[in-house]
């Protein structure tokens, strides 16, 4: 191989990211030159980064890419490949693949940090149409028969969605749906309680 900027680049590489099996080339020759880079940045480090280059037109062609990864999903697999071949095509005419590595990081960096966003603030999205869960804890019901029969009625009416619980001397009543739907299934209940 006799490409100036590939040789340049991959030094580089090699400077920056000298971790154990973090950056490798794995293939070289007059033909094609393969890197697999696997960034130690990216905390769950299960990203990995494939450029195939071709030593007779980079960088004036943009490089071969394929990212592969245990923990994402192939929607999300086929959402980063595709981004980071746009990523290329900016950079193409440029040596691209420090910056295409810069890039892979702050995007799983970014991913991560949305994931556990998510995870732990699943309220954020909520808005009045979504649905909502109540508990409630009821002293007693007279003939539960008669009682599951109406909830079924008020549930289908309202499209409500739930579930009665009795453990030794306790009663809960579990009931998920829209905002509004609820606020009038609890009414209803008040008012049953009071006719009876």
């Known amino acids: 191989m006799n490409n100036q900027d590939?040789?340049?680049?991959?030094?580089?590489?090699?400077?920056?990211?000298?971790?154990?099996?973090?950056?490798e080339v794995k293939s070289s020759d007059e033909n094609e030159v393969i890197l697999v880079i696997q960034p130690q940045q990216i905390n769950s480090n299960v990203i990995s980064l494939t450029v195939v280059l071709d030593p007779k037109s980079y960088p004036s062609s943009s490089p071969q890419l394929s990212v592969q990864s245990p923990r994402l999903s192939r929607a999300e697999l086929q959402n980063l490949d595709?981004?980071?071949?746009?990523?290329?095509?900016?950079?193409?005419?440029?040596?691209?693949i420090l910056s295409l590595v810069e890039w892979l990081v702050e995007y799983c960096l970014r991913y991560e940090e949305e994931t556990i966003c998510r995870a732990t603030n699943p309220v954020i999205e909520r808005d009045i149409d979504n649905d909502y869960t109540v508990v409630a804890q009821l002293d007693h019901i007279r003939s539960k028969t008669i009682y599951l029969k109406t909830l079924n009625q008020w549930f289908r009416e309202l499209d409500l969605h739930g579930v009665l619980i009795s453990y030794r001397?306790?009663?809960?009543?579990?009931?998920?749906?829209?905002?509004?739907?609820?606020?009038?299934s609890e009414r209803r209940r008040r008012l049953r309680r009071k006719a009876v």
């Open 6 to 23: 590939i040789a340049d680049e991959i030094e580089a590489l090699s400077a920056i990211l000298c971790a154990a099996s973090e950056f």
């Open 82 to 96: 595709t981004l980071i071949k746009q990523q290329a095509s900016k950079l193409q005419g440029e040596v691209t």
């Open 169 to 184: 001397k306790w009663i809960f009543l579990l009931v998920s749906g829209k905002k509004d739907s609820l606020q009038d």
